[in-house]
């Protein structure tokens, strides 16, 4: 690893309509932290009409330049793009703009959904990146390209990394501070900030059922089904009589509606019903199990390292 111990650092920061406050903050102020006499990071922001901007929560930036003008700078070190609450619907301005940034940046980052402008340019292929995992699987689709990680929070790969959700773009700020300095100035600055260098657990443990709602009533009848009756007898044949509906109709409509098969689908509630009762009772894992509807310790075990990639007793331990 590289590290930098000296000298000026510029980091720009893109700001748009409905950029989230905290994509912006949550990073920049683990940066300042990491300022010293002798190594500074100096961020700029800028807007492409001159701004003010209005961020997702009603606080406005006065941003520093406009993007036309940073666009032509030759020192930048550092494009830090924030994120907004969905996929971003930036001006043709502004994405070009960015577009020059990235090719003319020593390295670049993104915050949340803030990796769907740098995908745009091209600078995500054949790399893997994080991105909130609600929108993963879009990003995806419209990057094949693209290695898209919706499990870990912060993801470095080369010149580029990357942070899965708003909150997680502290521990983004933590990671470059790592690269440029040292681990001990990060953790010293995590400890002070009360957080993480590298938060434990990762985004999945807190996605929800990862999928989507049928557009056929008899098949989100079939989802409702299963979501209020985890325990049941959920079997595809089971389901099938229910929704009346051949088996091999149910599996590939529900495949191409939802976005996973049955069983899939049936794993992930059970989880997520599993993980609730985890921090919300103190039942053990074996009666956890039977009123998930996975019957024995085991298999509840082995199903959480496949959807959520913890154990159920490090899961409660984490989040109780």
């Known amino acids: 690893m590289t590290h930098i111990h000296e ?8 700001l748009f309509d409905g950029v989230q406050s905290l994509t912006v903050s949550g990073p920049t102020e683990v940066l300042a932290r990491a300022s010293s006499e002798d190594f500074r990071y100096e961020v700029l922001t800028a807007y492409y009409a001159g701004g003010p901007v209005r961020s997702s929560s009603g606080l406005l930036f006065v941003p520093d330049r406009t993007l036309t003008d940073m666009a032509d700078m030759a020192d930048v070190d550092t494009l830090l793009v924030p994120g907004v609450d969905g996929v971003p619907d ?5 994405a070009a703009a960015i577009a ?7 390295r670049s980052a993104a915050v949340c959904t803030g990796a769907f402008l740098l995908a745009d340019t ?5 790399r893997k990146i994080a991105t909130h995992w609600q929108y993963a699987e879009e990003l995806a689709a419209r990057h094949p390209d693209v290695k898209v990680d919706a499990r870990d929070t912060v993801v ?5 990394t990357t942070a899965g959700g708003v909150a997680c773009g502290i521990e983004l700020g933590l990671a470059l501070v790592e690269e440029d300095r040292d681990r001990e100035t990060a953790q010293r600055i995590a400890r ?3 957080t993480y260098v590298n938060g434990p657990g990762g985004q999945a443990q807190f996605a929800e059922l990862r999928a989507r709602e049928a557009h056929s009533a008899a098949l989100r009848e079939t989802q409702r ?4 009756h985890p325990a049941g007898d959920l079997t595809v044949s089971t389901l099938s009589r229910h929704s009346g509906l051949s088996e091999r109709h149910l599996s590939r409509q529900f495949r191409a509606q939802v976005g996973m098969s049955v069983k899939e689908y ?7 019903f599993a993980s609730r009762l985890l921090t919300e009772t103190t039942d053990t894992p074996e009666a956890i199990a039977r009123r998930a509807g996975f019957g024995t310790e085991t298999t509840l075990r082995h199903a959480f390292l496949r959807v959520l990639q913890i154990l159920p007793l490090e899961y409660r331990e984490r989040f109780t």
């Open 7 to 14: 000298g000026r650092h510029v980091v720009v920061v893109p």
């Open 90 to 94: 930036v001006s043709p301005e502004t």
């Open 100 to 106: 020059a940034l990235a090719k003319r940046a020593r």
């Open 122 to 126: 091209g600078l995500f292929d054949g």
């Open 156 to 160: 470095r790969d080369g010149p580029v």
């Open 192 to 194: 002070h900030l009360l």
């Open 225 to 228: 089904l299963i979501l209020d």
């Open 266 to 272: 049936v794993e992930q509630a059970r989880v997520a």
